[in-house]
């Protein structure tokens, strides 16, 4: 398998990449802005492959970062839109460049990245995004978090609509609204908070749906949570 993983270099984004590449038969490109940390995860297997990548930039050359994909494999089988942003703060509080940086994050930057990695997709790809459970329908919404749940519920609805739009292509697009799970930005917006699923436990859960939810699920919305929130 030919997969992607944009923000793979901490967190759920770095043990799905360990998960995945695990396999020698796939083939992991790795999307993040942080240059050592994906010299880091490059350097654990050959078949790991890194790109230095600001979504949220609007000087982002993405027709150079088709050509590099293109040097290391044909096609797309798998999309994994794993980058996110979170910065927990009153709604009348949040400065407008934190609001706006996580719109770029969580649904401008995976939006764009789709429609620019869309003509190397194959037949029976898999798109996952990403999401939370603030953005899920319905859900407990908690305060200081409604940037963030309002745009992880743009990437619901948008994973929606291009399951629709790209039904002729035969690629399939899904999404995972994720409880919260123990990482480094979790810990960083709510310190001294300990969520029951660690990141490891839950890329486990991600990589298996990557790689066979196309084959039961399209243009859906899934919570994964065992807990609240």
């Known amino acids: 398998m030919n997969i992607i993983i ?4 901490r967190g759920i984004g770095r043990e799905l990449v360990l998960k995945l590449s695990h396999d020698n038969k796939n083939q992991v490109f790795v999307t993040g802005r942080n240059k050592i940390s994906l010299n880091k995860i490059a350097s654990l297997s050959g078949n790991i492959h890194t790109y230095e990548l600001d979504i949220t930039s609007p000087e982002t050359d993405y027709e150079l970062l088709t050509k590099s994909i293109k040097k290391h ?4 089988d798998i999309l994994i839109n794993n980058a996110g942003m979170l910065v927990s703060k009153p709604f009348t509080e949040m400065h407008e460049d934190d609001a706006r940086k996580m719109m770029e ?3 401008f930057g995976p939006a764009f990245l789709i429609k620019k990695l869309k003509p190397i997709m194959s037949e029976g790809s898999h798109i996952v995004n ?8 319905g859900s407990v919404k908690f305060r ?6 309002a745009s992880k519920a743009a990437l619901a609805s948008l994973s929606e609509c ?3 739009e790209f039904s002729d292509s ?3 697009v899904n999404c ?3 409880g919260s799970v123990q990482t480094e930005m979790l810990a960083e917006a709510f310190p001294g908070y300990k969520a029951s699923v660690t990141a490891q436990e839950i890329s486990e859960f991600i990589s298996y749906f990557a790689l066979n939810g196309h084959k039961f699920f399209n243009g859906k919305i899934l919570p994964v949570a065992i807990s609240t929130p």
């Open 176 to 178: 995972l609204a994720l």
């Open 130 to 137: 990403i999401a939370s459970m603030g953005g899920f329908q």
């Open 73 to 76: 494999f044909k096609s797309i």
């Open 162 to 164: 291009l399951a629709s």
């Open 170 to 172: 035969k690629i399939s």
């Open 6 to 9: 944009n923000g793979g270099t």
């Open 144 to 149: 200081g978090l409604s940037y963030y749940s």
């Open 105 to 107: 994050t969580n649904f």
